[in-house]
């Protein structure tokens, strides 16, 4: 389904481009609320609207009586991260195993991130190590992005990504993702056998509609996790 943008959209979209492209560098000036207005053909609320999100979002600053800019912390800097196993896998002492069951979700909090009515697929896989489990991952993908083989594949251990065709084009797709180090009484503290574990939420959208591909839940046990991160 062919998602078109808001005005308000297309003009964050092509700021942050410029920012990313060097154009705009940190601390500096970017276009006037006029200049957007001329640039976009929009009115003065649209363009306000842009500007304020992008404040909100922690990549630019404005002051009053001198104009907007690119924020010169971290918040608008690139960051890559390095999810890590924090206990090493001996594969002469241990074994690695995973489970799969796929049923239709029809948690309605979970409905309400896609953009779409379609029915959706909760794919729960847990992994163990020897007989620990040390995750537990809910993902959710609507039910027109998986045929049936692909459902077997997926049942049989293979890879959701690679069903959804993300494995080589994950690194380049807009993604959004919050880390919650958490104290829980829940079924999957029971299964983790710990009351505190590491919540990791992550959205996949597509690179050209902007729609959600897939929106997953993991939950870590903090013994087994070590995120690594890096700012340009």
């Known amino acids: 389904m062919l998602l078109l943008l808001r005005k308000y959209e297309i003009i964050k979209q092509d700021i942050l481009r410029e920012i990313d492209e060097g154009k705009f560098k940190p601390g500096s000036k970017i276009y006037s609320e006029g200049d957007l207005k001329r640039i976009y053909n929009v009115s003065n609320t ?21 104009g907007t800019f690119v924020r010169k912390n971290m918040l608008h800097r690139k960051v890559s991260f390095t999810e890590k196993l924090k206990k090493v896998l001996n594969p002469k002492k241990n074994s690695e195993k995973f489970c799969t069951d796929i049923r239709i979700c029809n948690d309605i909090n979970i409905r309400t991130k896609f953009d ?49 065709a993300l494995e080589k ?64």
């Open 169 to 232: 084009n994950l690194v380049n797709m807009p993604m959004s993702m919050t880390i919650e180090f958490k104290e829980m009484n829940n079924s999957e503290t029971e299964e983790l056998q710990s009351h505190s574990l590491v919540l990791v939420k992550k959205t996949i959208y597509s690179n050209t509609t902007k729609e959600v591909i897939e929106y997953s839940e993991s939950y870590i046990h903090p013994s087994y996790y070590e995120i690594e991160i890096t700012a340009e």
């Open 116 to 164: 779409a009515s379609d029915p959706l697929y909760e794919i729960i896989q847990k992994a163990l190590i020897d007989e620990t489990m040390w995750k537990i991952q809910k993902r959710y993908v609507q039910v027109a992005k998986l045929s049936e083989d692909s459902i077997e594949r997926i049942t049989q251990g293979g890879s959701v990504s690679k069903e959804l």
């Open 46 to 66: 649209t363009v306000v609207k842009a500007l304020n999100d992008l404040v909100a979002e922690g990549f630019l600053i404005r002051k009053q009586g001198e």
